[in-house]
């Protein structure tokens, strides 16, 4: 009995659990009032780990990420390779996230980012 | 009379037309009343010179000297850096000594090198335009003043943002053959720790706030003092506002004093300061070490910086490229 448990997990081990498709991937909008002006937020996330940012529309930074679960690892050359931002994303459905500090001790990415409602664009 | 009934006609309706046209050109906002004034040389001593003079809109609002004339032929002191893309910006001037745009516009009116004109003098003569009363009437409601003077240039200089070059088209709209693959190459480059041009040329115009020392202060040859001549401190000398990259490569020549022809002798320097200028003083330590770039890189580099210009450019941009081609010649 125990035999044949233990064998069964072992094959269950064997398929890959998918996580499914990235819900990160694509383009994300937040539009905010920054120096009395209202400003735009764009990330770009693509299907192989790398992201570019926008503020209105003008690229300002590139980046690699990894999403594990609902868990946003986030690396790039501003902040500097090896400080790695961590967020939780939330999603509200399929158009609309927003990501929670869990460590990032990059200001700028940290003040840019955290709690902001992102939709997503078309 | 069939006929000059129908001559009467036509004449009228050309004046209605062209009497319309007229109207509909007149600034409604405080930026098109900014840009009739950027353009305008009721703003300088001998009415010869306007803001536009220096800041050339076919060249990303730069010049094309290593410093610009002012009134009477007077030669400016630094480079002028181009107009655009400021919103985002919080100094303004090599050395930072404006705050704001606002700050920021009237200073070349007064500079005696430049438009060389009191502003209380510009007042006066707005005040005595029925044009400009007329306009800032009714935009502002009141009367030209300074305030609303340098309102009124402050945001027209803010509509000059400039967001389409073929690097966002690549990276925004995941348009691969919107920049070559030396660009790319060039762009990796950029963030990467060999050239490492991203610690100082981050952010959405590629420039942060920072106030940094290249090493083109030396104290004889090069004596421009930069930012110490504002804060009057010792370690900001030789410092000078981080260059804005967008539209670089159609606003040459570079540098706080325009020394650098192209962008290909900007990059030499980058590569080996100390060759260049060997007894700087108070060079950032981010430069303190040749960057050994292949000759591969340095073009991989120019045609990164090439990329982020705006594609309302390209024409101009080509052309400087053949002119610099035909130089080399």
């Given amino acids: 009995m125990i035999l044949s448990c233990l064998m069964s997990l072992v094959v269950l081990s064997a398929f890959k659990l998918t996580d499914g498709p990235n819900p990160l991937v694509g383009r994300w909008e937040n539009t905010r009032i920054f120096q009395g002006a209202k400003t735009s937020l764009i990330g770009n996330f693509k299907s192989d780990g790398t992201y570019s940012g926008f503020i209105n529309k003008k690229a300002f930074v590139t980046g690699k990420y990894q999403m594990k679960h609902d868990t946003l690892y986030i690396d790039d050359s501003t902040c500097g390779t090896g400080y790695t931002g961590i967020y939780q994303v939330q999603f509200f459905g399929q158009d609309s996230l927003k990501f929670h500090v869990i460590r990032d001790t990059c200001q700028g990415r940290r003040e840019g980012t955290d709690n902001f409602l992102f939709r997503k664009m078309k | ?329």
């Fill in chain 2, 1 to 329: 009379m069939k006929k000059l009934y129908l001559i009467l006609v036509l004449t009228s309706l050309v004046l209605v037309v062209s009497q319309s046209a007229f109207t509909d050109s007149e600034p409604k906002t405080a930026a098109e009343l900014g840009r009739k004034l950027f353009f305008d040389p009721i703003l300088s001593k001998t009415q010869k010179i306007s803001c536009a003079s220096c800041h050339k809109e076919e060249f990303a609002f730069a010049d094309t000297s290593a410093v610009s004339l002012g009134v009477r032929n007077q030669k400016g002191v630094r480079n002028t850096p181009s107009a655009m893309n400021m919103k985002l910006q919080v100094a303004f001037f090599w050395d930072g000594r404006a705050n704001t745009l606002e700050q920021q516009a009237l200073m070349p009116i007064e500079n005696p090198i430049e438009m060389d004109l009191p502003v209380k003098t510009a007042v006066w003569r707005l005040n005595n335009s029925k044009t400009y009363k007329k306009l800032f009437q009714a935009i502002y409601h009141e009367a030209p003043n300074q305030d609303n003077l340098a309102k009124a240039l402050a945001e027209f200089e803010r509509t000059l943002e400039t967001n389409d070059s073929p690097l966002d088209d690549w990276l925004l709209n995941d348009n691969e053959s919107a920049v070559s693959e030396s660009a790319k190459r060039g762009y990796v480059l950029f963030n990467g720790t060999k050239a490492n041009c991203v610690q100082c040329h981050f952010g959405a115009d590629f420039n942060n706030t920072e106030f940094r020392s290249i090493g083109l202060y030396n104290g004889k040859t090069l004596r421009d003092s930069g930012r110490a001549a504002i804060t009057k401190r010792p370690e900001d000398l030789g410092k000078f506002k981080i260059g804005a990259l967008r539209n670089v490569a159609i606003t040459p020549p570079y540098m706080h004093n325009g020394m650098f022809k192209t962008l290909r002798e900007v990059i030499d320097y980058y590569n080996d300061p100390a060759q260049v200028v060997p007894h700087a003083i108070g060079r950032d330590t981010l430069l303190a070490k040749p960057l050994n770039l292949t000759e591969q890189e340095k073009t991989d580099l120019v045609n990164f910086m090439e990329a982020l210009t705006d594609k309302r450019f390209a024409g101009k941009l080509q052309q400087l490229k053949n002119t610099q081609k035909n130089q080399l010649k």
